[in-house]
T-cell receptor, first 118, second 109 residues
Framework: GAVVSQHPSRVICKSGTSVKIECRSL??????MFWYRQFPKQSLMLMAT?????????EQGVEKDKFLINHASLTLSTLTVTSAHPEDSSFYIC??????????????FGPGTRLTVT | RKEVEQDPGPFNVPEGATVAFNCTYS??????FFWYRQDCRKEPKLLMS???SGNEDGRFTAQLNRASQYISLLIRDSKLSDSATYLC??????????FGTGTRLLVSP
């Protein structure tokens, strides 16, 4: 399957600071990437869909000014959590679709970034 | 009603047992269905897609019942390494995937 990487894998930051998370497709081009968030013992929740060269589409209830998404190339999308607060502490996971394959709905996930805001 | 519902478990089974998980979804327009596996504090990994005719991959068998909006996963001859959370996933629209909360499986020696 396709390989997706994320960086950093773990980050601890102070309340009020901003954190940038990178998501890369390593062996394929991804015109669309997805950002999810998962709180303990809960399901993955889609935050936004990141489209290369255009604005991201945010899910209802997700603040676009707080979670800035940039998808400037076919292999890189970034999520910036601005003015982070302790309630933003979560597991952030990106995924991408590999359009080389006919299984158009399958998504491959990065290893995730565990954010802790103190 | 949740879009994708699963029994959270945990299902505690001995090695070699057969175990089945069920999942129901609310959107009758959904076209694609998957089972993902998620280990503790790790990302989900695709286990298998679920096709209308049902499909099998080694010890794993997935079934889809569109009329009842019901998906199942059967694991035969359980291994210790099968211990994980199994996520039922359904597409919504062209790109969006909706995840169930997962069913936790614990396989013991």
């Amino acid at each position: 399957g396709a390989v997706v990487s994320q960086h950093p894998s773990r980050v601890i930051c102070k309340s009020g600071t901003s954190v940038k998370i990178e998501c890369r497709s390593l062996d394929f081009q991804a015109t669309t990437m997805f950002w999810y968030r998962q709180f303990p013992k809960q399901s993955l929740m889609l935050m936004a869909t990141s489209n290369e060269g255009s604005k991201a589409t945010y899910e209802q209830g997700v603040e676009k000014d707080k979670f800035l998404i940039n998808h400037a190339s076919l292999t890189l999308s970034t999520l910036t959590v601005t003015s982070a607060h302790p309630e933003d502490s979560s597991f952030y996971i990106c995924s991408a679709r590999d359009y080389r394959e006919s299984r158009a709905y399958e998504q491959y996930f990065g290893p995730g970034t565990r954010l802790t805001v103190t | 009603r949740k879009e994708v519902e699963q029994d959270p478990g945990p299902f505690n089974v001995p090695e070699g047992a057969t175990v089945a998980f069920n999942c129901t979804y609310s959107n009758s327009a959904s076209q694609s269905f998957f089972w993902y596996r998620q280990d503790c504090r790790k990302e989900p990994k695709l286990l298998m897609s679920v096709y209308s005719s049902g499909n099998e991959d080694g010890r794993f068998t997935a079934q889809l019942n569109r009329a009842s909006q019901y998906i199942s996963l059967l694991i035969r001859d359980s291994k210790l390494s099968d211990s994980a959370t199994y996520l039922c996933v359904v597409n919504e629209g062209f790109q969006k995937l909706v995840f169930g909360t997962g069913t936790r499986l614990l396989v013991s020696p």
